[in-house]
Structures are given as C-alpha cells and as structure tokens.
C-alpha cells in the first residue's frame, strides 16, 4: 500500500489519473480503501475552475470504503470496518464550533474541496469523522450519504409541515431526492419542474405528484394553477442558477419559503426586490452541506430502504474514466448520477 492510483486535478479541465503515494495517517486518523465515490454537480464545477479550490486536488467527497489502517490514538473504528465519513473537518473550538455551526468555522476544510478526496484507492479521514455502515448497506447505497445528508439539512431548515405544497425546480439527483423526502416529511403536494425528457422520466416514474415539463410550460404558472393562483408553501431551487432563482422568488406564495439549495457559480449576481421580500414576509433559507445528526438520519433511511439511491444511479465506472465521468455529468443532462468504482482501474 505504498502507492495509489487518484485523479488529480492541476487546473481548470486539467485532470490526470496518476500514481502517488498513499495517504499516511495521524494518530487520530485512519485509512479508507475507498469502494465507491459519487460525482457530486459541485466536481464539474471544480473541474471547470468555477470553484475556488487549492491545487492541486483530488476531488471526490460522496464516498465509502473499508477501514485497513487506524492510528495509535483511535479507538471507535477498527481495521475491517465498513464507514463513510463527514467531510467537513473544523477545528472544534472556535465560536461557530461551539455554537453547533461548524460549516462556518473560518478553519473548515472540506474532504474532495479544500483537502484530498475520495477519487482515488485511498483517503486519510479523522476519527471523529467517520461514521460506521450498516453490514447489509451496498457500497453504492453508502456513497449516497453525503448528498442525502445535505437534502436532509435543507428541509430540516426549511421546516417542511405536514399538508404543504412543496415545488422543486430541478429533477436532478439532489432535486428528485428533495421531492421523495418532501414526501415523507408530509407533503401532500409535491410539484417538480425540469426541462431534460430522461429526468422528467424520472420523476414521473418515482411517483412524484406533478411533474412540469418547463420546455413545453411555464413552471411558474403551472404551480399557480396547483396551488389556486397562491403560489408554494416552499419552494426549493436545486438547479443553482439565476433564472431558477428568479422562477423560486416567484413561485413562492406570500408568507412562504424559500430554500436557496442549488449552488450557483460564486461570481453569479442577480436583481432582488427588497420590497417583495418584505411585503410578502418571505423566508429565505440557505442550505450549505450536511453534518452533524443529518448524518445519522440519511443512514437511517437508506438503511431503512425508505429511501433508495439506486434508483437514481445512472451507471458505475472505473476510476481511470472518471474524468470522462465528470464531462458527462456537465454536458449530458440525460445521466443523472454517476458513481465511480474505485476498486476498479
């Protein structure tokens, strides 16, 4: 284990799969053989150099693997074990750390953004970090984590109530994964809006309540005409782009909410009404990424099978291709979610 295969990013659209040394561990640490790695809508971006990130990089952070090494002061994970882990490393003391806000920790490193990830045979992940998988969880199912971990927060911070009317703009795998657990969380209209024919596919198969097709219809109006010309109790932008946004603010009914999910470019602007915010008493809630208990809870209900990310797995590749994966999840809306087999070169 002295060497390992990853892909290396050096620049932007300079991604090469080379053989570097594996990852050695602190005390605190341990050592991932990695199985499986999610190409999260955040990689194309990296890769494209639309991310701020510190180079050069691997990237890769929706992952699972095997535990094969620990260090002298760990003592909850052994050799064998089956985990995935937060990627979000703070330092533990700051103001935002202790007020239970960590994803503002001026030191957060993000594990596949601001420090080496999981598109390779190894990763380095601290103890306090790693969360153990059910025997029975496959390694495809485990790679979802994170993203799920990440919807989990939005709606929890959106507070989604039982009878509400839910629009999504986006049937990509976080957009179609929010209309499944709007559902759960009691939903009893959940609309979605997409303009790619396989994704709507999708969501029609997945049983969503109202798919709009918005290359033919207006999705505006169209959940104008599902909610009595109100307007959603939510609305969640999951595209993370500014025409969307601009759909979102006028999607949502007075009163209403909503949930600033999709991640668009950093450099992106757009016009807002403050008066509109004001006079129809919107709330506005950022979702950044999962952590903490949003961890514990998208194990839960993968395990549970409540929720079942293979359903909006598209293929698998190996690790040598995972930069034709990454060009193929930025220019070819009909796959919706890529995995890459680290295993497998």
């Known amino acids: 284990m002295d060497k390992m295969l990853a892909a290396i990013t050096y620049g932007a659209e300079d991604t090469r799969i080379e053989e570097v040394d594996v990852p050695v561990i602190a005390d605190d640490e341990i050592l991932v053989a990695v199985k499986r790695c999610g190409i999260c809508g955040t990689d ?19 992952f699972s693997g095997e535990v094969v090494r620990t260090g002298a002061a760990v003592r909850t994970v052994s050799v064998g074990d089956r985990v995935t882990a937060d990627i979000n490393i703070s330092c533990g003391k700051c103001f935002f750390c202790r007020m239970g806000q960590k994803l ?5 490193e993000q594990i596949g953004v601001h420090i080496d990830g999981a598109f390779a045979e190894y990763i380095k992940v601290p103890e306090a970090n790693v969360y153990k998988l059910p025997s029975d969880m496959s390694w495809e199912e485990a790679a979802y984590i994170e993203p799920l971990a990440c919807v989990i ?27 499944q657990l709007a559902k759960m969380n009691g939903a009893s209209k959940v609309i979605i809006s997409e303009m790619n024919q396989a994704r709507i596919g999708k969501a029609r198969e997945l049983g969503i309540d109202h798919v709009v097709d918005a290359s033919e219809t207006d999705p505006v109006q169209a959940v104008y005409d599902l909610t009595e010309q109100r307007g959603a109790d939510f609305v969640i932008e999951a595209v993370g782009a500014v025409p969307t ?26 016009e807002i009404k403050p008066f509109e915010i004001y ?3 919107l709330t506005i809630v950022g979702s950044y990424a999962g952590t903490y208990d949003t961890w514990v809870k998208a194990i ?46």
Do not use: W
Request: hydrophobic share 40%; proline share 6%; aromatic share 4%.
């Open 153 to 179: 927060r939005g709606q929890d911070r959106a507070n989604i109530t039982i009878g509400s009317t839910v629009a999504i703009i986006g049937a990509g795998p976080m957009g179609l994964v929010h209309a």
């Open 44 to 62: 194309p971006h990296i890769y494209r150099g639309h991310f701020p990130v510190p180079l050069p990089l691997i990237q890769g952070h929706e």
């Open 245 to 270: 946004y601009q759909q979102a603010f006028q999607m949502v009914r007075r009163g209403g909410t909503l949930v600033t999910y999709g991640a668009a470019p950093a450099h992106a602007v757009m």
């Open 279 to 281: 006079s129809k008493e």
């Open 300 to 345: 839960n209900l993968i395990s549970s099978k409540r929720l079942q990310p293979n359903a909006i797995i598209s293929k698998t590749i190996p690790l040598s291709q995972v930069v034709d994966g990454i060009k193929e999840a930025m220019n070819n809306k009909d796959t919706i979610k890529i995995m890459v087999d680290t295993t497998t070169r």
């Open 104 to 108: 503002f920790c001026k030191e957060i």
